[in-house]
């Protein structure tokens, strides 16, 4: 699978718009066939910065997701709703997804 975090910087004054855009994004991204997941969530520390979880099956439904067209809108709206370049960091690994983490059970 690949796994893709991206922080995103977003302009105070666009939070309407790229909270709207990333709903959008997302419900679209979470119903290709190779998404395993896609979520935004925002900072607990700044208030203007989104995280991004991606887990594609594996490069060539990361391939296809780059593809699509909604894919497109989103980089081209994008410029104009951040306020500094996002950063990403992409791993390539031979896991299937989440798994279970071994120091937390509910009681």
Known sequence: ?????????????????WLALADSYAKDVNGEEGCLHFI?????TDENSY??????????????HVQQPYVK?????????VSAQPQI???D?????????????PR
Do not use: W
Request: net charge negative.
């Open 1 to 17: 699978m690949i796994v893709i975090n991206i922080v995103i910087p977003i302009r105070p004054e666009k939070t309407d718009e």
């Open 40 to 44: 935004f969530s925002r900072s607990l």
């Open 51 to 64: 995280v991004c979880i991606e887990g594609f099956r594996d490069a060539d439904a990361g391939a296809v």
């Open 73 to 81: 809108n989103f980089f081209d709206r994008m410029p104009d709703l």
């Open 89 to 91: 960091l992409y791993i």
């Open 93 to 105: 690994t031979p896991h299937d997804g989440f798994g279970p983490m071994g120091e937390i059970q």
